[in-house]
């Protein structure tokens, strides 16, 4: 899923400039919050971001395009940024535990609810959008894979941690209150779910 959705958003001709394409995304999520899936068009996002269209048209094909990676910034930028490079003698599940209450906040907010719900529902009558809310529903992070797998090579973990089983279970009750209930989560609940997920050894 997440090979399929790079290929459909991560086009050649994309903007060499960082701050454009932060921009850019700023200002979709912006719109998004603001007006939902159906509310959003390249001409908002360049009056609101400053960046021309034909600029936006050759890093983002369609507004689908843009709305995948919007979401993608949405998910992974709590992920990216809490978890250190050297995770030598680090208490993992303190990391792990960092992690997802980055992921909570992030989809927390009202702002994101009404993104990701909008997007769902339009996903309906589109086949990118379709593939993107699978990728939403069955979120595995790539971080949180890695946290898990040295966990469990450093005896922090169960060696017979099932990772993919534990990914669904630590995603699981954050979307499904989130994006299905539509209620924000206290990220204090963080620490309940890996310990009922990942017990100590």
């Known amino acids: ?5 790079s290929k459909t958003a991560l086009r050649s001709g994309r903007p060499r400039d960082p701050d454009i ?4 995304i700023e200002a979709a999520y912006e719109i998004l919050a603001r007006n939902g899936y159906h509310g959003l068009s390249f001409a908002k996002v360049s009056a609101l971001s400053g960046v021309a269209r034909p600029t ?7 507004r689908e395009d843009l709305c995948i990676d919007t979401v993608k910034y949405i998910l992974d930028r709590p992920q990216i940024m809490q978890i250190p490079e050297d995770l030598d003698g680090q ?3 303190i990391l792990t535990i960092t ?12 702002q994101t609810i009404k993104i990701l719900t ?3 529902a339009a ?3 589109s086949e990118p959008l379709g593939q993107l809310r699978q990728y939403i529903l069955s979120r595995r992070g790539i971080v949180l894979r890695q946290l898990i797998q040295v966990g469990m090579d450093n005896g922090q973990y ?6 993919d089983f534990a990914l669904d279970s630590l995603n699981g009750p954050v979307l499904y209150h989130t994006l299905v209930l539509g209620l924000p989560m206290d990220p204090a609940n963080a620490t309940k779910i890996v310990d009922m997920v990942l017990p100590a050894p």
């Open 99 to 110: 992690v997802l209450e980055g992921l909570i906040k992030a989809l927390s907010t009202h």
């Open 56 to 62: 936006l048209k050759l890093r983002w094909h369609s």
């Open 118 to 120: 909008s997007i769902i």
């Open 123 to 125: 996903a309906h009558f």
């Open 1 to 5: 899923m997440d090979q399929k959705l």
């Open 21 to 24: 394409e932060q921009r850019v």
């Open 158 to 163: 169960a060696k017979t941690t099932d990772i």
């Open 91 to 93: 208490d993992i599940r």
